[in-house]
């Protein structure tokens, strides 16, 4: 019998994706080496098979030799990540564990699940970039505490071993729609904390303009990854630079030129 990781590896596709989507065909709890019976990869076979194909990348024209030999979309699948996408939960519950002491447990059913980058967290990544489905890591604090999700609204309660994988209906599957946009996107990855010297959840765009000859800086007050223009706290905004600039309140009628 084949591990649910070697069919994964067949398929090029991840474990976790894997876990998910032998989820849907009715074969929950698979981890990486959970063994699946021959009936098993067949139904896996006609449920996903074709999907998986659809979307994997074209094979690269121009292999002509007979030597070459062309880079399967498994092999890529398989080349390591330093950051692996995560799932989050912003929730979390209390139970006591075995000798009676109060822990932090999983809700059973999240009210949305997130996606972080733990690798850009000052917990690091617990499971150096490897996917573990069901491991899970607490953070420490009480509620409205923990890092920011990849969206950069909530604050991070747990992470799982999981990689988020972005659905193609968010929503039915329970995901925040706006991190699984992000993470489709490629985005939402944080730079580790010894790589930095500080982080903001915030956009930090800023903008220098001369307002009457003087230089004024407006920096973005929105967070990380907003719509629309920037704007600052006396409600200027602009998306480009000076020349979309919209004036705060207070503002109007005086001379705004760019700054040098
Ligand atoms: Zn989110
Ligand atoms: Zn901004």
Redesign the pocket.
């Known amino acids: 019998m084949k591990t649910v990781h070697e069919v994964a590896e067949r398929y090029g596709v991840t474990d976790a994706f894997m876990a998910l989507a032998l989820d849907k065909i009715g074969f929950s709890h698979a981890r990486p080496d959970t063994p699946l019976s021959a009936a098993t990869i067949h139904r896996f076979e006609a449920e996903w098979g074709d999907k998986i194909r659809a979307k994997r990348p074209a094979a690269q024209p121009g292999f002509t030799s007979e030597t070459d030999i062309a880079p399967t979309a498994a092999r890529a699948a398989r080349q390591p990540k330093p950051h692996v996408m995560r799932v989050a939960h912003s929730k979390v519950t209390a139970g006591r564990d075995a000798s009676g002491r109060v822990v932090k447990r999983l809700l059973d059913y999240p009210v949305r699940i997130h996606a972080i980058d733990a690798a850009g967290t000052n917990d690091g990544d617990p499971w150096n970039g490897e996917v573990v489905p069901g491991a899970v890591h607490f953070y420490d604090g009480g509620s409205e505490t923990g890092p920011p999700a990849a969206c950069g609204w909530v604050r991070v309660r747990a992470v799982l071993g999981d990689e988020f994988v972005p659905a193609d209906e968010p929503e039915l599957e329970n995901q925040c729609s706006l991190c699984a946009q992000i993470v489709a996107a490629g985005k939402g990855f944080r730079t580790p904390p010894h790589e930095r010297s500080y982080r903001s959840p ?4 800023y903008l220098r303009v001369q307002i009457d000859g003087a230089v004024a800086v407006k920096n ?3 967070r990380d990854f ?1 719509d629309g ?3 600052a706290h006396d409600g200027s905004e602009w998306s480009i630079g000076v020349d979309d600039y919209v004036p705060a309140p207070d503002e109007l009628g005086r001379r705004i030129t760019k700054a040098s």
């Open positions: 915030f956009c930090e765009d973005c007050r929105l907003h223009p920037h704007r």
